[in-house]
């Protein structure tokens, strides 16, 4: 199986949050018809932006 399902900018990601964040996203995505996949790349450089 590849690992990258045929992806070429992007790196698949499996990990667990909490049930109520993933809620709340699924909602915003749903609203915004952003990709829950871009709603997260904004928050992990909002947050790399923030730590630095």
């Not at 995505?29 to 829950?36: A, G, I, Q």
């Amino acid at each position: 199986m590849n690992e990258k399902r045929g992806l070429k900018n992007r790196t698949p990601l499996s990990n667990a949050v909490r049930t109520e964040l993933h809620l709340q996203l699924k909602q915003l995505s749903e609203t915004t018809k952003v990709p829950m996949s871009k709603l997260l790349d904004e928050a992990i450089e909002d947050l790399l932006k923030k730590r630095r």
